[in-house]
C-alpha cells in the first residue's frame, strides 16, 4: 500500500517561492507508469489541479499556473516536489500529492501552506 | 481549460437514491472513459470511489455506481446512509491535464 506524505514550509511570504516535497513509501516511484500529481484546495472551496509527472519525466501542468510551476522527481529519494513561484494571498491552500493513472488512488494527508507577510 | 460543471448541492434521505451530474466538452468528458468521482469528507483527503466511469476500487460499497452519456457523467448512491454526507467531486483525464468538478455537497436529511 503506497503512502504520500507532503512537508515544506507552512508559511510562505508573498512574492517568494512556495516549495513542497512529497516522500512516497511503499513503492518505487519509478516503476509502475503513473503519474505523480499535485493538487490543491483552498479553504472552502473546490479542488484544483496544479500538475503532474510522468515516471518518463514529461510534466503537465494548469495552463493558469503554468508560468509560476515547476514539478520534478528525485527517484533517489523516492521523492516527487512542486515550486510555486511569485505567491499571492490567492495560492494559500491545503496542498495535496498524489498518485494517480487516470484516476488518483492515494493522496497525502495535505499540507496547509499560508501565503503572509 | 474550465471546470466541470457539478450541481452545488444535493440532498436525500436515508434509503433513498440520489444522482449527481458532472458535464464537460466533447475535448473532455466526451472525449476518454476516464472520469473519475471523489468522495471529501471535512477535514481529508479525498477518496477514489468510481473509476474509468464505471468501476469501483475495492473496498468501495456497491451503493455506489457511474455512468456517461456524451459530455456528462453522472454519480449514483442507492441506499443513502448518513456516512454518505460529504462533498463529491468529478474529474476527467485527458492526455494533456486533468480536471475537476466545482463539487457538490450532499446532504443525507
Known amino acids: 500500500q503506497v503512502q504520500l506524505q507532503e512537508s515544506g514550509p507552512g508559511l510562505v511570504k508573498p512574492s517568494q517561492t512556495l516549495s513542497l516535497t512529497c516522500t512516497v513509501s511503499?513503492?518505487?516511484?519509478?516503476?509502475?507508469?503513473?503519474?505523480w500529481s499535485w493538487i490543491r484546495q483552498p479553504a472552502g472551496k473546490g479542488l484544483e489541479w496544479i500538475g503532474r509527472?510522468?515516471?518518463?519525466?514529461?510534466?503537465n501542468y494548469n495552463p493558469s499556473l503554468k508560468s509560476r510551476v515547476t514539478i520534478s522527481v528525485d527517484a533517489s529519494k523516492n521523492q516527487f516536489s512542486l515550486m510555486l513561484s511569485s505567491v499571492t494571498a490567492a495560492d494559500t491552500a491545503v496542498y495535496y500529492c498524489?498518485?494517480?493513472?487516470?484516476?488518483?488512488?492515494?493522496w497525502g494527508q495535505g499540507a496547509l501552506v499560508t501565503v503572509s507577510s | 481549460q474550465s471546470a466541470l460543471t457539478q450541481p452545488a448541492s444535493v440532498s436525500g434521505s436515508p434509503g433513498q437514491s440520489i444522482t449527481i451530474s458532472c458535464t464537460g466538452t466533447?475535448?473532455?468528458?466526451?472525449?476518454?472513459?476516464?472520469v473519475s468521482w471523489y468522495q471529501q469528507h471535512p477535514g481529508k483527503a479525498p477518496k477514489l470511489m468510481i473509476y474509468?466511469?464505471?468501476y469501483r476500487p475495492s473496498g468501495v460499497s456497491n451503493r455506489f455506481s457511474g455512468s456517461k452519456s456524451g459530455n456528462t457523467a453522472s454519480l449514483t448512491i442507492s441506499g443513502l446512509q448518513a456516512e454518505d454526507e460529504a462533498d463529491y467531486y468529478c474529474?476527467?483525464?485527458?492526455?494533456?491535464?486533468?480536471?475537476f468538478g466545482g463539487g457538490t455537497k450532499l446532504t443525507v436529511l
Open positions: 498524489a498518485r494517480a493513472r487516470a484516476a488518483i488512488d492515494s
Open positions: 511503499g513503492g518505487s516511484i519509478s516503476s509502475g507508469y503513473y503519474y
Open positions: 509527472i510522468y515516471t518518463s519525466g514529461s510534466t
Open positions: 466533447s475535448s473532455d468528458v466526451g472525449a476518454y472513459n476516464h
Open positions: 474509468d466511469v464505471t
Open positions: 474529474s476527467s483525464w485527458t492526455s494533456s491535464s486533468t480536471l
